[in-house]
């Protein structure tokens, strides 16, 4: 079975999050988007997983379902997708997941390394919280912040489950993950030891893909996914995976751990440059600098003198051994999208949460489904027969890459833009369909 799957977001229980992001919101937004399995984020935290407990049921094998739709909004919501007989039928499926902060010291210096962790049952998740509750508050945070270090975390894990999987997350982001330049380690071993042969796959990021992730050998016997680690309903989806397998945990998990291109098909990417940490830059400062610009101020903020903070792109080069487009042998594919609200933004030059593009988005999925659908499979002519000229080819622009990006740096996400200004309004609908 083909199917879209995220497996890192957060519920409501963490910082900086919707509240919103609660098991109904998640089962509508997932169907709206075309995503089939949903992590359920946070799953140490106990509020949401007594949440969980009482919302969802047993679906397939170490997979979840909700037990009865609740209508989030009774009126005005005729442009909701049904999918009877579409990929989305039978409803969403939920997986155990969550996320660990460890902040501890080793080798002299202080790390922040943040892991995901999926489980394949409910058993799993009650013997992990246990074990981590021991250590420290889980109740204070959807994603606990714990005084454990990184190898210690994978005992933990893995002696609740051997089936469970281990990904560390966002590997590239500067303050909290495993090669961050400012708490990370320069290899999986240093930061894992003996526990490395247990990790198959690392997270990317926002801020980083594929093909700059093979530019580093090390890296090469990694699985690599890509997850929004949405913080609310309307950005699930925005990094994904598509997946050919069995529908069950072990049919995901065992696609990721072997590599296998025909049951791991590829992974739905950030441009990276729209990720918050690409660039090097001090974003108060409205610095924003290259690697090699940086390197010749030895990463010296130009106005306030302080330490620049340094990016996805210029870790990266500091532990590459391949130049810039070569890869391994054997890759995942993997393909550039923006989610349709920022293209629809575009194309009308006007902001992503304005009614304008609140209404011909739900235009869109009333048409066609859902938005997978339309980003990855309809045409410019499909597009263009019930949207805009512009819309249509502002989809059509992302999906041969022809965009322009002000890259993100220092916690700011970057710009992208489709069209200059003078275009807009210039498109035919003869146009569109060429």
Known sequence: MKFVADLHIHSKYSRATSRDMDVENLD???????IKVLGTGDFTHPLWLK???SKLEPAESGLFKIKKLRKLSPQ?????????????????????SAEVSC????????????????????????????????????????????GLDAKELAKIILNASQDCLIIPAHIWTPWFSL?????????????????????????????????????????????????????????IGREANIFDTDLSYRGIVE???SKDPGK???????FPEEGRYHYNGHRNCQVVLRPEESKKINNICPKCGKKLTIGTLHRIDSLADREEGERPEKTIPFRHMVPLEEIIADAKGVGVGTKTVREEYKNLIKSFGTEFRILLSKTSEQIGRVSSPEIAEGINRVQQGQIKISPGHDGEYGQIKIFQDEERGSFSRQDSLF
């Open 28 to 34: 509508k937004w997932a169907k709206i988007k075309g």
């Open 51 to 53: 949440e969980l407990k």
């Open 76 to 96: 005005n919501d005729n442009w909701l997708p049904d999918n009877k007989g579409g990929d989305l039928e039978k409803g969403t499926r939920f997986l155990f």
């Open 103 to 146: 902040i501890y010291s080793k080798n002299d210096r202080t790390r922040k390394v943040h892991v995901i962790i999926l489980a394949p049952d409910l058993r799993t998740v009650e013997k992990i919280n246990t074990r981590l509750s021991w250590i420290g508050n889980i109740k204070s945070d959807g994603r606990p912040i714990l």
């Open 179 to 235: 090669f961050g330049a400012n708490s990370g380690f320069d290899s999986i071993e240093e930061c894992f030891d003996e526990y490395a042969k247990y990790i198959y796959v690392i997270e990317t990021g926002l801020s980083s893909d594929p093909l700059m992730n093979w530019r580093w050998s090390a890296l090469d016997k990694y699985a690599l996914v890509s997850n929004s680690d949405s913080h609310s309903p309307q950005r």
């Open 255 to 257: 696609a990721i751990r």
């Open 264 to 270: 791991f098909l590829e992974t739905i990417e950030f």
